[in-house]
């Protein structure tokens, strides 16, 4: 019976986003900054760039873990796919996207308590005294 099964695929699909942040492969990415870093593939300093990039990377995952339950989960949904799709994954790319989906939603709520709704276009009704 289909029924059944697209319906537990579909309830798979409303769990919420696993509450830790997740496992990333950063490697990939601190090679490509390593070679880009001015060194050719093979210098001993593009080791030691890679290696400090993992260290990097290493402390701003440990700074998520910290600060993972102060972001909301449509803002953790949202950047987890966006760090995870189309590339290389780094931590500092994940924290950055967290910090900037909150930062404008703030500024929204700012935006929306300092200025009134503006007017729907239509002038209210004529105050009319009662007819005697």
Known sequence: MMLPAAFLFSAHLLLPVADSVPELNVEPVCQGIAQ???S????TATGKEKQDCMHSEAEVRQELV???STFSASDKAQCINESKMGGDSSY????????MAR???QLGK????????APTGRKPAPHRQPMP
């Open 36 to 38: 880009q870093g001015g």
């Open 103 to 105: 930062d404008v939603r």
């Open 92 to 99: 500092t790319e994940l924290l950055t996207c967290l910090e």
């Open 110 to 117: 700012e935006s929306n308590a300092s200025n009134p709704p």
């Open 40 to 43: 050719s593939y093979h210098a």
């Open 66 to 68: 910290k600060r993972w």
